[in-house]
């Protein structure tokens, strides 16, 4: 299928975009380039004459209906957003403007393209999202697709208002409607400013390693590419108007994640002392959500997906590949307010 990946110049949508090329799709990258773009990323998937760039804002709806009618999609997986919670709390203009506008603009395109296409039964808008719309969890329970939404920050208030769209659409004008909401990603790509690749190149570097508060949050972390597989998976297999979790089944305190990535760095690369000397605890972040967890039964049951790996094999897989790849954040890091925990004054 030819398949329009909204931000698949990112993370999440880089992983998309290589998997649908390795597969045999046709591919139209729709992405603005923001500063968490890297055209890097997809530089392999690019070679390959089934893949096409188009520097394009979700918000300028001239030019995203020009994308539909001019390339013909099969399916929208829609993964543009602006996503750091740090930011969002810095300035939640741009969350409110990209997450929302955005996202209204492109269904409002996808309505007219396919209702001009005679509402073609093959065509899917597969929406991406997160699990904290959900909010904050206690000790224990999991989110489940039923979970009343609960979101605590300009991030994740936008991301929630963004699903409550794409549900209206669906329920509204019959808009043929995917979602997915998943845990929190790590691999390969990840734009210097999350976790994991902080805590990575701060110790590279021989920087302080910030955790936020006592690093007691817990999250449910998820290897990229495993949930590329399964939002590739929802877009061929999903029921429509069906919401799907994704999750990692790896629940990790945020100091215990630390710990265990300095323990592999220090295996892997030895530093002159080890690294998790380097851990230093800043104020927590205003309204941090004390723990996230993905019942994601739905899926392995209605589509057979199942993560393939696990947070202690993912772990190893990611700092590897920054190992291999000082050439790709070396420029990232060049760029200024890149590599830092933003949005704690």
């Known amino acids: 299928m030819k398949i329009l990946v909204t931000g698949g110049a990112g993370f999440i949508g880089s992983a998309v975009v290589r998997q649908a090329i390795a597969r045999g799709d046709s591919v139209v990258n729709l992405d603005v380039l923001t500063y968490a773009a890297c055209l890097e990323n997809v530089a392999e998937a690019a070679k390959s004459p089934n893949y096409v760039l188009e520097q394009v804002d979700i918000c300028d709806r001239a030019e995203v209906d020009r994308v539909f009618a001019e390339h013909q999609p099969d399916a929208v997986m829609h993964l543009a957003a602006e996503s750091h919670v740090d930011r969002s709390i810095d300035g939640p203009g741009d969350f409110i403007h990209t997450n929302l506008v955005g996202t209204f603009n492109l269904l409002e395109a996808a309505r007219s393209y396919w209702l001009g296409n005679g509402k073609p ?140 990535l300095c323990a592999i760095l220090d295996e892997l690369r030895p530093g002159p002392a080890p690294y998790r000397d380097l851990i230093t605890l800043v104020t927590d972040r205003p309204g941090h959500d004390q723990r996230y967890a993905i019942d994601a039964s739905r899926i392995a049951d209605e589509l057979g997906w199942t993560p393939s790996v696990t947070v202690d094999e993912g772990l190893r897989l990611t700092v590897q590949w920054y190992l291999d790849n000082a050439d790709w954040w070396q420029a990232l890091l060049d760029r200024q307010g890149v590599g830092q925990r933003l949005g704690t004054g």
């Open 121 to 260: 039964e093959t065509f899917r808008f597969h929406h991406i999202s997160t699990d904290e719309v959900f909010g904050s969890l206690g000790p224990a329970g999991l989110f489940t697709e039923d979970s009343p939404y609960d979101p605590r920050s300009p991030y994740s208030a936008s991301k929630a208002g963004s699903d409550h769209l794409v549900r209206a659409w669906a329920e509204t004008y019959g808009l043929p409607v995917v979602l997915t909401n998943c845990s929190n990603n790590y691999g390969p790509y990840q734009f210097p400013e999350k976790l994991v690749p902080v805590v990575i190149l701060n110790a590279l570097q021989n920087k302080p390693i910030p955790v936020y508060g006592a690093g007691e949050n817990i999250r449910d972390w998820l290897y990229v590419e495993d949930h590329a597989t399964a939002l590739i998976q929802c877009l061929n297999k999903g029921k429509l108007g069906r919401s799907y979790n994704i999750g990692g089944f790896n629940e990790v305190r945020n100091i215990d994640l630390v710990h265990k």
